[in-house]
Structure formats: C-alpha cells, structure tokens
C-alpha cells in the first residue's frame, strides 16, 4: 500500500465532508417558509442601494444569485434531502477514517521493517522518516479539522454521527493494522523470493552466454590452426600424417569420363 495514495485519498475525504456539512447546515437552515428570509434580503439590499445610488450589474446579479440559492435551498429542505447527504456525509468519514488507520497501520510497519532489514530505495531513511512525520501530523490535523466542524459548528445530529463512526473506525483500524502489517510482511517475503529468483536467472543466464562463447573461441581456434597447418605444410593435406606415394599419383593421376 502506497501511502501517498492512502493520504490522498483520506484528503479527499475531508474535503467532501466539510462540503457537505456545510450543504446539510444551510438546507437544514432553510426549513419551513422562506418568504421572511427573501424579505430580509430585499430590505437589505435597496437599503444598500437607494435610488440616489443604482446597484452595479454584478451587485444586482449577486443579490439575484443568493434570492435563488435561498429558494432552491428550501426546496431540498422541504423534501428531506438533507436525509441522503446525512448518509454521504457518514459515508465520507467513514472513508477518512479508514485511509487513516492504514496509513498508520503502513508507518508502524515500515518502522519495524527498517530496524531490520536494510532499505535500498532511491529516496534516504531520514527523508523517508520526515515524511512519515508530516503525513502523520497532517493526518491528525485533518482528524482535528472534522470534530471542530461536525460536532461545535453543525447539527448536533453530524456532532453525533461524527462520534459514533470515530468510535466504530478506531476499533476496525486495530484489525487492520494486525491484517495489513501481515499482508506487508507476505508481500516482502514475496519480493525477497522474486530478487532471489531474478539473481539466479541472471547468473544462470551469464554462465550459459560464458558457455557458448568458450564453445565459439574454442571451435575458431581449431578451424584456425586447421587453416594455418595446410596453409604451412600443404603437403598433408587435411590429415596429420603425409600421403605415400602412391597416394598423390591416385590423386594426379587424370580421370577418364566414359559418356553413353
């Protein structure tokens, strides 16, 4: 598990459920009769603006822009869809909460692994500690982040389901941490046996290329002793010992050709 992803992923998270607490608290604001709101609002808006003094077009859309996000609030109000975004808003905690504890459960591990084997990646033990560090610290933030929002700044309902998921998630995360640190631990063994079998294959792999170079050295240099012998003592020929005389008159002596 990589925890860049496990970060980014529990970032995301948090990002979606202070957007949708955020949703939840103005659509739960906006219940009931929204005329004495959209009242209020005119009455502020031509107090701004007299007639002496003419709102801009971008003041006039603005004021337009927030009649129609109260109208449409009220409208999601009304038929309870506040209920639904309850339900992602959990669903989204719940997500951050999980990244987290592996995320966790990952440092603790790479902690151990490294005060026992040695570690042979491209970045330094002490930039791989510094991160762990910040991550850890920015995880914890964002934790701190979502209590200050779901329970003092909404609801009490997202006060409560921020309690009930923070308490269930802690005791999912001890499972996963014995469950993932064994998944690690399987995982190196893995890649111990995979480095293992990729150094023999390699080495079977240059003994066989020494192989058939000696073959090739060798069978060159016995052409080029045959090459150089015939070429220094013609009169063997290709074998090791001289022809008789009787020999050499049988392979000058002129062959007839009898046609039909």
């Given amino acids: 598990m990589d925890p860049l992803t496990l970060f980014a992923l529990a970032n995301g998270a948090v990002s979606a459920v202070k957007a949708?607490?955020?949703l939840y608290k103005d659509i739960k604001g906006a219940v009931g009769d929204v005329r004495d709101v959209l009242k209020d609002i005119d009455d502020q808006f031509h107090k701004l603006h007299p007639p002496e003094k003419p709102p801009t077009l971008e003041q006039k859309n603005q004021y337009i822009r927030?009649?129609?996000?109260?109208?449409e609030l009220n409208k999601k109000a009304n038929a309870d869809e506040?209920?639904?975004?309850?339900q992602e808003i959990g669903e989204h905690l719940g997500t951050y909460y999980d990244n987290y504890y592996k995320c966790i459960?990952?440092?603790e591990e790479e902690e151990k692994r490294s005060k026992n084997e040695i570690y042979t990646g491209d970045a330094s033990l002490g930039k791989r500690a510094l991160q762990r560090v910040l991550m850890r610290k920015q995880l914890e933030q964002m934790g701190t982040?979502?209590?200050e929002i779901m329970v003092y700044q909404s609801p009490p309902e997202l006060g409560a389901l921020h309690t009930e998921v923070e308490e269930m998630m802690e005791v999912m995360g001890k499972q996963q941490k014995v469950l993932i640190a064994q998944?690690?631990?399987?995982q190196a063994v893995q890649d111990r046996r995979r480095a293992a079998r990729l150094r023999q294959l390699r080495e079977q792999a240059v003994i066989g290329i020494a192989i058939v170079i000696s073959i090739m050295i060798f069978g060159f240099t016995m052409m080029w002793v045959a090459w150089d012998r015939q070429q220094?003592?013609?009169?063997?020929?290709t074998d090791f010992f001289p022809k008789s005389a009787k020999q050499?008159?049988?392979e000058t002596k002129p062959q007839i050709y009898v046609g039909r």
């Fill in 232 to 237: 220094k003592y013609p009169q063997y020929g």
């Fill in 82 to 86: 506040h209920t639904g975004l309850y």
């Fill in 20 to 22: 949708g607490c955020k």
């Fill in 66 to 71: 927030k009649k129609n996000e109260i109208i």
């Fill in 183 to 186: 998944q690690m631990r399987a």
């Fill in 248 to 250: 050499q008159r049988q």
């Fill in 105 to 107: 459960a990952v440092f």
């Fill in 145 to 147: 982040e979502l209590r």
